[in-house]
């Protein structure tokens, strides 16, 4: 039998060695593509039921406020107790699954939207009720503000909410003024859909809208 020449014993060797490590690379590929695929069943399967469980506490909310007497609220009512609702939770779902379903009355706060009446024969008009609360928030000692400035406020948010494109005296603020800025925007002209959009009205400062030191 011929011998193998040595040079083609080392081409062999160096294809042996070659195979093995893409044989190694491919499978360590594989597991680290199963692991994630596990992973990625198990983190599936726990957002559908961290969604089940966001769903439940968010109905159970809706019923007890759907029983909820609208005539009057106390801190007596079952909405304001239903952490107790949600210490059952624990007991409705397989594992360590649970809600904490909390219901805010919002009714003791500045109902910044309903400083202009939405619908009626006053449609479009301040809330002096609303606008005198908002006036005297604006004027107290921490906010400095002068008379003067809680009026130009609380006429560029007025317009703002309102539906027209009329600023509401010399000090309002429509869409003529946010459209000359630097960075122009329009005015919403439709009630606030979250608090920070005050910080989007002629007149509200960060320093205002956040306090300082």
């Not at 992973?39 to 961290?50: H, K, M, N, P, Q």
């Not at 469980?53 to 909310?61: E, H, L, P, Q, R």
């Not at 007025?158 to 869409?175: F, Q, S």
Request: hydrophobic share 40%; aromatic share 10%.
């Amino acid at each position: 039998m011929a011998a193998i020449p040595r040079d083609e014993k080392g081409v062999a060797l160096i294809l042996t060695v070659t195979l093995i490590g893409i044989m190694v690379i491919l499978t360590l590929q594989f597991s680290k593509s199963i692991r994630a695929g596990l992973y990625e069943t198990a983190g599936f399967d726990d957002s559908v039921r961290l969604g089940a469980v966001a769903k439940s506490g968010f109905n159970c909310a809706l019923a007890v406020l759907y029983e909820d007497d609208t005539t009057v609220d106390s801190l007596h009512d079952d909405w304001a107790s239903l952490n107790r609702y949600s210490s059952y939770s624990a007991g409705l779902f397989d594992g360590n699954w649970s809600f904490q379903a909390v219901v805010t009355d919002l009714s003791g706060r500045i109902q910044i939207n309903n400083l202009v009446y939405r619908s009626g024969e006053h449609k479009g008009e301040f809330n002096s009720e609303q606008k005198e609360i908002l006036a005297r928030l604006l004027g107290d000692e921490p906010f400095d503000l002068k008379s003067d400035e809680v009026d130009d406020i609380l006429s560029a948010i007025k317009d703002w909410i309102d539906e027209d494109d009329d600023p509401e005296g010399l000090d309002g603020a429509e869409d003529s003024y946010y459209q000359s800025l630097e960075n122009p925007y329009s005015c919403r002209n439709a009630p606030f859909k979250s608090p920070d959009e005050l910080l989007l009205v002629r007149g509200i400062t960060r320093e205002l809208f956040y306090g300082t030191e």
